[in-house]
Nanobody
Framework: QLQASGGGLVQAGDSLRLSCAAS????????MHWFRQAPEKEREFVAA????????SYADSVKGRFTISTDNAKNTVYLQVNSLKPEDTAVYYC????????????????WGQGTLVTVSS
């Protein structure tokens, strides 16, 4: 129901746009999120938005570099990632939560399969 794509191998300072296509039980009232998990680290919150885009939030580590957005006509959530750093290397997951957004992993109701972003120095 959530299909993430857009990852790849890039150099420090480069940009990528990650996409998350939503289908099935994902509704327009769900909160949409991006999380990431670096090698040997726990999964962490990156960004969240409502489908209207009226409410967004970001982890402090990505503020000013990452932008979350939605295209309701395409049922797709994007994560524009700019000024990439080696420490941004991780598998990026999209997730959905019923009715609202949150930052706790355990509160998500649906997960996508992840897309790998590797940033070389």
């Amino acid at each position: 129901q959530l299909q993430a794509s857009g990852g790849g191998l890039v150099q420090a300072g480069d940009s990528l746009r990650l996409s998350c296509a939503a289908s099935g039980r994902i509704s327009s009232s769900d909160g949409m999120h991006w999380f990431r998990q670096a090698p040997e680290k726990e999964r962490e919150f990156v960004a969240a938005t409502t489908w209207s885009g009226g409410s967004t939030s970001y982890a402090d580590s990505v503020k000013g570099r990452f932008t979350i957005s939605t295209d309701n006509a395409k049922n797709t959530v994007y994560l524009q990632v700019n000024s990439l750093k080696p420490e941004d290397t991780a598998v990026y997951y999209c997730a959905a939560k019923w009715w609202t957004t949150a930052q706790a992993i355990g509160l998500m109701n649906y997960w996508g399969q992840g897309t790998l972003v590797t940033v070389s120095s």
